[in-house]
């Protein structure tokens, strides 16, 4: 079947889209990527989706990005065609994530109800209109309603593709947020053990953003990091967040790591490029703990197989190398022919795929829901 995923993360950075053939072989399958296109965000899109994540804005704007975000992705997806010279007519199904606004996986209390609940922005049925596909969108409101965090989802996929008759395997993407999927040997979906392990690239962002003035969106390559001393006081008192300490299911966003978090870095007075050093270097100790913690005791040796935008800063991969144990392979998603910037694009067709199939696809051990569910909503 072929399916366009089309993925736009936390990092608020653009819209991924990738185009593959998934073909089933047996109980795995087959993943051919015949295209992928990104389209940074334009910075006045990127400030009005900010304005409405976790913000207090009009309802008018919600309604009006959740019909213009439509246009953008349909815009990358026919782009991503054109350079794959592929007929748009031959994507028999799109699988879009959209573009989370708000997420409240625990539930809180509400006008005297406790309510779990998640948005996504960017409507399924102005999507399937502009691009003449079947789409499924949607993806996490029926997992909050089974008792899930609605989040994370790409851990089936993980299982779907990547598990291994003999080796321990961990999955961990790096975008905005950074997550892990622990894959034991020939494990069933039932023991995939997966959660958000922190900020991922969001810290270093917010701060790259802030101390250029707005001028750069990203600590590119890494670079100021690398010029800087990581300060072990801060990291340390950073690194006491309970954050971590919690035993999963859990999941984090800008809720935990955005302006308020970042304005408490500031406040410490440091040079840009130690406070940048020391944000990176929160991001790969807190994920080299969490893969530590989550292992089983007897197993030393595993393949850290790594995805997301955070492949592309060598700082923050060099911390990693050095905090991971010397058993642990560090590898990236492309040494298994899937491009480690299109991966969660790759993971929302496949998502899409079972659903248009009638498939579960959540994993209650990773989200915490009392059973699993079709994902998503299908306009046709
Ligand atoms: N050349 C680069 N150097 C350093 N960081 C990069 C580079 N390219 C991308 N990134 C990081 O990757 C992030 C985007 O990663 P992505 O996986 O798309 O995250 P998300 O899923 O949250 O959108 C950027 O915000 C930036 O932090
Ligand atoms: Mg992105």
Redesign the pocket.
């Known amino acids: 079947m072929r399916v366009a995923g089309i ?8 819209v ?1 889209v990738a185009i593959v053939d998934l073909t089933a072989r047996g109980a795995s399958l087959e993943v051919k990527t015949l295209g992928t296109c990104t389209q940074p965000y334009p910075d006045d899109l990127r400030a009005a989706l900010l304005a409405v994540s976790n913000h207090e804005t009009h309802t008018r704007e919600i309604s009006r990005l959740h019909f213009l975000l439509p246009q953008i992705y349909a815009e990358c997806f026919f782009e991503c065609c054109r350079t794959a010279g592929l007929d748009p007519a031959s994507v028999e199904l799109i699988g879009s994530h959209g573009q989370t606004i708000y997420h409240e996986g625990i539930p809180a209390k509400v006008l005297g109800r406790k309510v779990a609940s998640t948005l996504q922005i960017g409507d399924g049925s102005v999507l399937a209109e502009l691009t003449g596909a079947p789409v499924v969108s949607d993806f996490r409101p029926r997992e909050i309603a089974a008792g899930g965090q609605g989040a994370p989802l790409v851990p089936y996929v993980d299982w779907l593709l990547f598990r291994d008759p003999e080796s321990t395997r961990v999955l961990l ?5 950074a997550n892990v999927t622990l894959l034991p040997p020939n494990c069933e979906s039932s023991q995939v053990l997966a959660f958000d392990t922190g900020p ?3 810290v ?2 917010q701060l790259a953003a802030h101390l250029s003035g707005g001028s750069k ?6 670079e100021i990091a690398s010029t800087g001393a990581v300060d072990p006081d801060l990291l340390a008192s950073l690194m006491k967040n309970e954050f971590y300490r919690r035993r999963p299911p859990k999941s984090a966003g800008r809720e935990q790591f955005g302006a308020e978090f970042v304005q408490s870095l500031l406040d410490t007075q440091l040079e840009p490029a130690d406070l940048l050093a020391t944000a990176t270097h929160l991001t790969a100790a807190t994920i080299a703990d969490a893969i530590c913690a989550c292992l089983p005791e007897d197993i030393e040796e595993c393949e850290v197989i790594v ?4 492949v ?2 060598p700082t ?1 991969m060099s911390f990693l190398r050095a905090e991971l144990s010397e058993e642990m392979e560090l590898t990236t998603t492309a040494e298994y022919g899937i491009d480690p ?1 299109f991966k ?1 694009a790759i993971a929302f067709a496949v998502l899409a795929r079972e659903t248009w199939l009638r498939k579960t696809s959540n994993l209650p051990s990773a989200t915490g829901a009392r059973h699993a569910v079709v994902l998503g909503k299908v306009s046709y």
């Open positions: 993925m736009s993360g936390t990092s608020l950075d653009g991924d993407n790096i975008g905005g947020i991922g690239n969001m270093i962002d969106r990203y600590d590119a390559d890494g995805s997301g935008g955070g592309r800063n923050l910037d969660e």
